[in-house]
Nanobody
Framework: VQVVESGGGSVQAGGSLTLSCKISGFTFVDNAIAWFRQAPEKDREGVLCIDSSGGQKAYIDSVKGRFTVSTDNAKNTVFLLLNSLKPEDTAVYYC?????????????????WGQGTQVTVSS
């Protein structure tokens, strides 16, 4: 299984970015995919997850209404749309996949990880 993120970059506050996550060797059927982030000197935290039914769960209140996750199952790709970005959203964003249909916000429950992509938001 290979997980590859892309789409990070530097934007000003209020801007938008779309992160992509291509997962090879893994089916989205019956499995969940999540986005995590890790800011400098902080623990990695769950951001959003999409379960096998397409349901979404946010793990950070501040991203609700601003971030959205979607999938293109035909291309085995997951997207994280980041809108109305704030400086506190600055972090390395990771895509992770777990076997099993249900979402989780715990790092230890995910089986496969990408290398991360940097998102930097300036004020």
């Amino acid at each position: 299984v290979q997980v590859v993120e892309s789409g990070g970059g530097s934007v000003q506050a209020g801007g938008s970015l779309t992160l992509s996550c291509k997962i090879s060797g893994f089916t989205f059927v019956d499995n969940a995919i999540a986005w995590f982030r890790q800011a400098p000197e902080k623990d990695r935290e769950g951001v959003l997850c999409i379960d096998s039914s397409g349901g979404q769960k946010a793990y950070i209140d501040s991203v609700k209404g601003r971030f959205t996750v979607s999938t293109d199952n035909a291309k085995n790709t997951v997207f994280l749309l980041l809108n109305s970005l704030k400086p506190e959203d600055t972090a390395v964003y990771y895509c992770a996949a777990k076997r099993g249909p249900y979402c989780s916000g715990y790092v230890t429950e995910y089986d496969y990880w990408g290398q991360g992509t940097q998102v930097t938001v300036s004020s």
